[in-house]
């Protein structure tokens, strides 16, 4: 696989040379019930049945942070910027240790939200957009971000009939939008939304219409991929 | 980067920075026990002690799992974590917050670990700058010979040893602080610090801390209504109460 380079959004990360990532990195982004986690499983068994080596990863999962921040979600005691930090520090420790190794190994890296969800959750409780910009200079750009687009009604009907709640955190319960979860939700999903239209003209994602079957959205999927990958 | 005074604040915050083993944190304690004893509002909170984020920054030290920034941000979320649960709402309520260390701290130590100063000082800008600032400055013999005295046992990133200077925790430990020293220096005029002389006695030091604060803060301003702590009271209860002390008075 040839090396393609790959640029950071803003500083970068000490000692990283952009020349030194190859590999090609691959982004899921969309709420809860979008079809993330599927689509990738399903790219995943793709690629690796064709021959490429792939690594996931995804928020809340770091080593250095990941207890310490579900432990603070659960009590909901952080402020906006606090969780903000805490959220960028877990990606920062994901993304040195995970997602640029396996870059620089040529590895097709895969991962389950990115920058823009966390930038988006931020934004829609009123943080700044450029102090947001800069926090997540860090990030390589990637290589393709898939927007997983589903109508905030859809979502309700997904994330129901599959856990029978709404999440509190993917409702936004700590916005006082609304006392009750369900409209809570519709309207959390409907800021997010927007945000994510927001970020959109500045980082430039394929909106994918995820309202459809998945079979439908993963044939779409593998045919971008295919020629994103044919290029290098 | 504007004070909290500039900000409207009501309360005023006093910072104090210098190199480890510079006085810094015996002169703002000492600080602290005056201003208490005036009967003024003080509240004190010290770098890298939010109780939330210090698991994961013991796990990450202890473990050596920190990256220039992944250290930075974790002391960046632990100060955010303090400014916006404490600082802001005593702030607020017209408290003087004295802090043992702020975001200079990040500026100096981030930036000599490698991180750009422009991302660092970004991730920094919600919060305003102290209404002073007082910089503890020491020889760096003087400091390095406090801290090394008994030659304790150095950690990891105290002595910057991430940083690969040196194999010998000593002398990484005396190359990394001077390098932070370099990096507070080229910020002193910007952030308007102080230079006190940390070379001097403790108690002269002191002496001069008290009446830079006392000409710079008015600090009648700031007395608590009672010099006592009031016992709990009823909702209503205090402002009679004080009320007719001030009638007395009258």
Redesign the interface.
Known sequence: MSATNHPFY??G???IKPEDLGGTLIVMEGADGSGRSTQIAELVEWLETGGRPTVQVGLKRS???S??LQ??QEGN??????L???Y??DF??QL?NIILPALKAGFIVLADRYIYTLMARDMVRGMDEA?LK??Y??APIPDAVFYLSVEPQELVQRNLSKNATLDYWESGMDLGLSREVFDSFLKYQAAMSDAFRQLQKTYHFEIVDANRSASAVNKELRKKISRLLDQE | MKTFAESNFPGRLIAVEGLDGSGKSTQIYLLKRWLEAEGIKVYFSEWNSSE??K??TS??KKRE??????FS??H??DF??R???HLVPLLRAGYIVLCDRYVFTAFARDVT????P??VR??Y??ACAPDLTMFFKADLDVSLNRILEGRPKLKFFEAGMDMRLSADPYESFKIFQGRILDQYLAMSKEFNFLIMDANQPVEKQQVIVRKLVSERIDLKKFKRRSPLPLPPALPGDREVHIETEEDKAA
């Open positions: 803003g500083h990360i000490p000692g080593t250095l942070v207890e310490e432990k603070a005691v952080l402020s906006r910027t606090t903000g930090l805490f960028a520090t920062a420790d040195e102090w800069n926090l200079g860090i | 939330l984020v698991s994961a796990k990450g799992l920190l990256t220039p920034t992944t941000l974790i960046a979320t955010a974590d400014y916006e649960r670990r490698g991180c750009p422009d991302w970004g991730n800008s919600f």
